[in-house]
């Protein structure tokens, strides 16, 4: 079945440094999807890229869908404490979503 | 705006209780998932339903029940609980299923069997 991996698992950083998060799914997508969970918290959606090859910018924020649909990658520009939480990508394939494991984000103020 | 509502917040149950999660949403959605949060794993999807009146298994459904009661209410039952169902519960809904409709999560359900 449809199988989306996500690395790196952990990543602690400073408060200023980029933080990159990879997602990687083993079929081709129609969409992708990306949540953050704050510790304690739910997971709350961020944004979906539905093209090849689509960048999209939330401020700080830069989604990637790779171009053959099947890659996606989140990257933070000078993080931020309220950067903190973990990071999902959602593969969407025929019809369900799947979600990869997350990237837990820590940063040291 | 409530959104997606889950009872209780918290649980504590013995081996072999059964119980029931509630999961209720306000926006009018058709579709609802069940999904268990476990370290290292993810987000698996338990059960879900599509529209009302239908329920189909996810990823890790042994072990549990679901009963699409309305449009509005989504449950999940535990027959037999057992300790390797010891996990975070969380209730999604979306607008319609698949067709790249984000999902909206409950505040969860931290569920401890001893």
């Known amino acids: 079945g449809q199988q989306v991996m996500q690395i790196p698992q952990y990543q602690h950083v400073q408060e200023g440094e980029d933080f990159t998060t990879y997602c990687n799914s083993s079929t081709t997508l129609s969409n992708i999807q990306w949540y953050k969970q704050r510790p304690g918290g739910h997971p709350v959606f961020l944004i979906q890229l539905v093209k090849s090859g689509e960048v999209k910018k939330q401020k700080r924020l830069t989604f990637q869908f790779g171009e053959a649909k099947k890659n996606s990658s989140l990257h933070i520009t000078a993080t931020q404490t309220t950067d903190v939480g973990t990071y999902f990508c959602?593969?969407?394939?025929?019809?369900?979503?799947?979600f990869g494991q997350g990237t837990r984000l820590t940063i040291n103020p | 705006n409530a959104g997606v509502t889950q009872t209780p917040k918290f649980q504590v149950l013995k081996t072999g209780q059964s119980m029931t999660l509630q999961c209720a949403q306000d926006?009018?959605?058709?579709?609802m998932y069940w999904y268990r949060q476990d370290p290292g794993m993810g987000l698996r999807l338990i059960y879900y339903s599509a529209s009302e009146g239908t329920t189909d298994k996810g990823e890790v459904p042994n072990g549990y029940n679901v009963s699409r009661l309305n449009k509005r209410e989504f449950s999940l039952r535990l027959e037999s609980a057992a300790p390797s169902q010891t996990s975070v519960y969380f209730c999604?809904?979306?607008?319609?299923?698949?067709?790249?409709?984000?999902?909206?999560f409950g505040d969860g359900t931290r569920l401890s069997i001893l």
């Open positions: 959602a593969g969407q394939g025929a019809q369900k979503l799947v």
């Open positions: 926006m009018n959605h058709n579709s």
């Open positions: 999604a809904s979306s607008t319609i299923w698949g067709d790249q409709q984000p999902q909206h």
